[in-house]
């Protein structure tokens, strides 16, 4: 009851503050959270981790926050980690988060990052979510960061770019010449999304890890203590508050 009057209370104080267009969230400490809840298998958080996200966009939802960014893997993790708990985390994108995109039509999905670096079911799991939800008209904008690097991905948008130019005919010097900061932007891998201005980064980790590198730069970030399955709305109700609270004192 009182979880529940808090909660209200929360979404009162929002009434009168700005709110982001754009949350992103960095999904952090799945498997130190099963170790803590005292399970063995540590993929048993990576689970409740992806279920978990469900939660997350329908209280993104709730509070009218139409475009998120959830970070479900760096190209990193996938190089590095054990194979069978990326196995298992491959898995549960297309049983878990491919197939409750499909289900839930309030997103339209995109994805971001290094699909070569996936499983091929995986791959086609998230290009197939992608077109089924392309045409929602009215939906909210999610994006997957899978495979995902930030520094490779400004990269890759400057490596389009010399393509792109090679293409037109055009020499070094030329594009060197008129380069600019839109160029790049319109060849990052989801291309005419707001940036996101609240990035929130879970586990108590006070770094950003690769994450959004350019489009973050202007970001308010939060970080927060809990793991991410044990995130609640009260800790996005006070992140969205922080955040509204710094926004209105700014243009004062």
Known sequence: ??????????????????????????????RRWAR???????RIGHRFGAKHLEQFLQWCADADIRCVTAWVASADNLRKRDSAEVDYLMELT??????HVRRDHRWRLHVAGQLDLLPDSTAHALKEAVELTRDRGDAGEL?????????????????AV????????????????????????????????????????????LRMSDFMLWQGTRSDIEFCDLYWPAFREVDLLR??????????????
Request: hydrophobic share 35%; aromatic share 6%.
């Open 162 to 205: 010399l393509d792109e130019a090679a293409a037109n005919g055009r020499s070094m010097d030329e594009v060197a010449d008129g380069l600019t900061e839109e160029d790049i932007s319109r060849h990052l891998y989801v291309p005419g999304l707001p940036e996101p201005e609240l990035v929130i980064r879970t586990s108590g980790e």
């Open 94 to 99: 297309e049983t878990v988060l491919a197939d």
């Open 1 to 30: 009851m009182l979880y529940k009057l808090y909660t209200r209370r929360l979404r009162r104080q929002l009434k009168d503050l700005p709110l982001p267009q754009h949350v992103a969230i960095v999904m952090d400490g799945n």
């Open 36 to 42: 803590n809840a005292g399970y063995d298998d540590a």
């Open 143 to 159: 994006t997957l960061a899978i495979g995902y690097s930030g520094r490779l991905e400004v990269v890759d948008a400057i490596r």
């Open 239 to 252: 992140a969205l508050r922080t955040y509204g609270r710094r926004r209105l004192k700014r243009s004062r």
